[in-house]
């Protein structure tokens, strides 16, 4: 499966960003989607992940301000990310673990800054 990204941006910080992973076929069978994001001369780290049944994981730094989620009818992950920091800036990665292993979408950039 093909995944990309888009929603990335200058925000500042307090603001709002969307960002979306449109996936280029069905997600309806694929069990684990999420967010990964690298920052830069930092390793890239794990953000937020979301399975088939709605369960959802969130790295500490991000709880309460993030939310991913996904529609499976339109093949697409969300998140929803709220209150941005400084410290968020990075390049936001989505992935899909499916039957042939782990695919990656090409990154978008967020910087949050005044």
């Known amino acids: 499966v093909q995944l990309v990204e888009s929603g990335g941006g200058l925000v500042q910080p307090g603001g709002s960003l969307r960002l979306s992973c449109a996936a280029s076929?069905?997600?309806?069978?694929?069990?684990?989607m999420g967010w990964y994001r690298q920052a830069p001369g930092r390793e890239r780290e794990l953000v937020a992940t979301?399975?088939?049944?709605?369960?959802?994981n969130y790295q500490d730094s991000v709880k309460g301000r993030f939310t991913i989620s996904r529609d499976n009818a339109k093949n697409r992950l969300y998140l929803q990310m709220d209150s941005l920091k400084a410290e968020d800036t990075a390049v936001y990665y989505c992935?899909?673990?499916?039957?042939?292993?782990?695919?990656w979408g090409q990154g978008t950039q967020v910087t949050v800054s005044s």
């Open positions: 979301v399975y088939s049944g709605g369960a959802t």
């Open positions: 992935y899909a673990d499916w039957v042939y292993g782990r695919s």
């Open positions: 076929e069905s997600i309806f069978r694929i069990n684990v």
